[in-house]
């Protein structure tokens, strides 16, 4: 069911308004669809291009279509969404039943029933480049007002995208530091039991660790945590053996 058109300055404020501690990037990037498609003029179907490594990929769409029109792109490494992405441009395709710069991209957007494009460059940050492909179903659907429109929406999208994104990495990174910790700790935690047993040093402690991850073929904090888990446990049997032997 088709939602309710949006007045564009209203998307721009939606778009300022994105909490990204509530939602995962690619929630982002459907919201930016979305309201790209609520508030521009002509935009059936609407989709984003993201090229890192220069490997583009499409991570929202308000449709099937919609990516299937940007991946035979990237089948043949040719098209509007690409030129815009990487050059950072704005690129327009008036009539795909006259298009002459990507004929065979044209064919397939013609037999789909689009009858012009317009893609604006997304500069979302360093080595991360991205376009904002709005297709309709009409011919000539995106006069100048209506591109100009378009490259407002983009540039406060791109805000949006870049912050998005860098969350995301940051989120990320601490995580990973967290579990690093934890993983640290355990294995620390494992070198002390089997010092404690062994009466040996924390670096034949150690030695002793990872060739039990060798040969058992399990990462080093997986020995590790069983390891903590299995005296743990012991300890705990014992204590309740006392208790009980008391009463």
Known sequence: MAQEPMAPLRAFAELGRIK???TTLVGVFERVTE???????GADEVSITLVRQRRPGTPAATSELARRLD????ERLSGPCLQAATEEDTVTVVDTGAETRWPEW???????GIGSSLSVGLPIREAVQGALNVYSRSSGAFPDHVISLAQAFAGYAAVALANADLYDTTATLADQLRQAME???VIEQAKGIIMSERRCSPEEAFALLTKASQDSNRKLRE????????????HS???GGSARGGR
């Open 71 to 74: 991946e035979a792109q990237y």
């Open 223 to 234: 020995v590790a945590s069983a390891l903590v888990s299995r005296t743990a446990g012991s």
């Open 20 to 22: 990204f501690s509530e």
């Open 106 to 112: 044209a064919v397939v957007a013609s037999s789909a």
């Open 237 to 239: 049997g014992r204590s």
């Open 183 to 185: 993983h640290r700790a």
């Open 35 to 41: 309201l790209a498609q609520r508030s521009l003029p």
